[in-house]
């Protein structure tokens, strides 16, 4: 689902607008600069720091060219713009110049060595506020005592080992609706597939059930889906609320009116659900069998309690932005990820038959499905993961960081408050460190390759980063390596994959929510049994 491009005279009214702002703003600062002093001096050593290097600034002008293009076309720019000034740069878009970091180096420093300074989050603008409920989620809230409350209940409370395998019976459940889900499709179209409608509906599946702790029909199931997907659709759009807020709404007012519709959606479909799982979980506090009650991530939530707001419960609304942000985060990525491996297998068709080699030898030809065992002992089905995901990181920037105070890093000041971007897909392509970056080759990552025993947390060095580094690392890593691994083994034994006769696998890439085909991929699957 798309949005309708935002009306060029809403464009012209809106920055006519931010112009005399800008113009008084400029004027005023002048006029009190020159006839006071400041509040707060810097530091003699801080105030000699430059600010890293970056092209010039013209007001008004830069901000319109930088919104005006998506994320990824800016990537090209900030290729040329590290060539021409180095691993750290500076680009100023707004009054805060944005900080990049494009080195591995450099970021290890950052994110592990200087860890707690750079895991704050840029303050947040009223229309993510809408959706994330004044930031009470991991993705936003500020580094501070309720994101470790909201991240150390998601790892604990969900995505602790022994509670992982709990939900393998629901693994198993939504590979039966995936499998069915291909064969439909395939038989309707002479064996062709589209592969990523389906792998999302698995997933979504998957993490619906995880969320909310039961099996929906696939009208709720798809209600639901409809309303994340309208969600996506949309958060791309909500930087443009980050400047002159009262005259952005006002401006913008249509786009605002459908943002509050969609978060309206959400709490329709969601709060009932929220509300039957309290009522269930309390009548259980009061019996001694559970029966077939499995702890879910609303269950969770409903007990947990803010002791820097009080000591209150969370409300249904930011239950409501905690379950979205978990079926957003859990969803889009693994699919995404899926595919790009997907693709990869179907034109390197050698790396299929290895991989296939692989599964045969260790489930064998007589079993019903491949268990969560036997992934352990898949050297090259993790091999190949780790290639995907070195390739084609579902995200080519991690989500922005800022410092929480002026720090002086590689000779440069950073800014308080300024946000701090790190390039996940550059790391992963250094030719420093990778032979040939560009192609698709999991032997790297068998013994002796240069990938030989990555560490994906980059807690010892950053090869690679898909699921970002140090405090603010997703801490649904493991998670999302299990699924992965469990799904691409079960479908490359389940079919044989072939590019579609007369089709090329383009592996052109496109920015959505995540970075997608550009074209998605299509395969011809036939049964292997």
Not at 8 to 31: E, I, K, N, P, Y
Not at 35 to 64: C, D, M, V
Not at 332 to 355: S, Y
Not at 423 to 437: F, I, N, R, S, Y
């Amino acid at each position: 689902m798309r949005m309708k491009s935002i009306r060029v005279d809403d464009w012209v009214f809106f920055f006519l607008t931010l112009s005399l702002c800008v113009a008084a703003r400029f004027l005023l600062s002048l006029l009190f600069t020159t006839n006071s002093s400041p509040h707060k001096q810097k530091s003699t050593s801080e105030a000699a720091l430059p600010i890293p290097p970056g092209p010039i600034h013209i007001p008004l002008l830069t901000p319109l060219l930088w919104l005006r293009r998506s994320l990824f076309d800016v990537e090209p720019l900030l290729r040329r713009l590290r060539a021409e000034y180095g691993p750290i740069f500076a680009v100023r878009i707004t009054f805060r110049p944005a900080i990049f970091i494009a080195d591995r180096r450099l970021a290890h420093d950052a994110l592990v060595h200087h860890g707690a300074v750079f895991a704050d989050r840029p303050s947040s603008n009223q229309a993510n506020n809408l959706i994330t409920s004044n930031q009470h989620n991991i993705s936003s809230a500020p580094y501070g005592p309720l994101w470790r409350l909201l991240r150390r209940n998601l790892t604990s409370g969900i995505l602790q080992t022994a509670r992982v395998r709990l939900f393998a019976d629901s693994r198993r459940w939504v590979l039966g609706i995936l499998l069915r889900r291909l064969k439909a499709r395939a038989e309707a179209d002479a064996g062709v597939v589209v592969v990523m409608e389906s792998f999302q509906h698995a997933m979504f599946c998957l993490l619906v059930l995880i969320c909310f702790g039961e099996k929906l029909d696939e009208k709720a199931i798809g209600e639901i889906e409809a309303a994340q997907r309208r969600l996506v659709a949309y958060i791309v759009k909500l930087n443009v609320f980050s400047f002159f807020p009262r005259i952005t709404r006002l401006v913008f007012r249509k786009l605002w009116n459908t943002l509050v519709a969609i978060r309206r959606r959400q709490e329709e479909l969601f709060i009932p659900l929220i509300r039957k799982r309290r009522e269930r979980y309390q009548q259980l506090q009061n019996q001694e069998e559970h029966g077939d009650f499995v702890y879910s991530y609303v269950d969770s939530l409903l007990g947990l309690c803010l002791p820097d707001e009080g000591g209150r419960e969370l409300t249904d609304g930011e239950i409501v932005s905690l379950c979205s942000e978990f079926l957003t985060a859990g969803t889009d990525t693994t699919a995404t990820a899926l595919q790009w491996i997907m693709a990869h297998i179907v034109k390197e068709q050698h790396v299929q038959r290895k991989l296939f080699d692989e599964i045969e030898a260790v489930a064998g030809a007589q079993a019903e499905e491949i268990s969560e065992d036997d992934l352990q002992r898949m050297p090259y089905l993790k091999a190949v993961i780790l290639e995907g995901l070195r390739r084609h990181p579902p995200g080519h920037f991690v989500l922005p960081h800022t410092v929480s105070e002026d720090v002086s890093f590689n000779g440069y000041l950073v800014p308080k408050g300024s946000p701090v971007n790190f390039t996940v897909a550059e790391m992963g392509w250094d030719e420093k460190l990778w032979a040939q970056p560009m192609e698709f080759r999991p032997e790297r990552f068998l013994a002796g390759g240069e990938g030989e025993e990555v560490d994906l947390t980059g807690s010892r060095e950053i090869k690679m980063m898909p699921f970002g580094v140090g405090r603010r690392i997703c801490p649904g890593m493991s998670l999302a390596m299990l699924h992965l691994e469990y799904f691409l083994a079960n479908l490359v034994r389940e079919f044989d994959w072939k590019p579609v006769e007369g089709e090329e696998v383009d592996l052109s890439e496109v920015l959505e929510l995540t970075v997608m085909m550009k074209h998605p991929l299509r395969s011809r699957i036939t049964p292997r049994m």
